[in-house]
Nanobody, 122 residues
Framework: VELLESGGAFVQAGSSLTLSCETS????????IGWFRQVPGNEREEVSC???????TYADSAMGRFTISRERTSNMVYLQMNNLKPEDTAVYYC?????????????????WGHGTEVTVSS
């Protein structure tokens, strides 16, 4: 199982950004995928999760601004982020677990990418 994030950047507040997670080594239909983020010195927090049923969950901070999606044919998972705020600044991680449904919490996920950095300036 491999996960590779990309798309992080330095942007202005109010901008949009799409993060990508390239997955390999497993069948996306059998896994839940999550996006998490972490600010140095803080605990990692959930952003959004997507399940094989295509059900999705969002943290309150992401609701209405972020959209998670996945493309089975290309084994990609995306996080579209709109109206970015300085408090969205973090390293964003893609994670996977071989479950059809889990709580969208980092301790539920077994496989992790190395992260992609997002910085939002005010």
């Amino acid at each position: 199982v491999e996960l590779l994030e990309s798309g992080g950047a330095f942007v202005q507040a109010g901008s949009s950004l799409t993060l990508s997670c390239e997955t390999s080594g497993f069948d996306l239909d059998d896994y839940a995928i999550g996006w998490f983020r972490q600010v140095p010195g803080n605990e990692r927090e959930e952003v959004s999760c997507v399940y094989s049923s295509d059900g999705v969950t969002y943290a309150d901070s992401a609701m209405g601004r972020f959209t998670i999606s996945r493309e089975r044919t290309s084994n990609m998972v995306y996080l579209q982020m709109n109206n970015l705020k300085p408090e969205d600044t973090a390293v964003y991680y893609c994670a996977a677990v071989e479950r059809y449904w889990v709580l969208c919490r980092d301790y539920e996920f077994d496989y992790w990418g190395h992260g992609t950095e997002v910085t939002v300036s005010s």
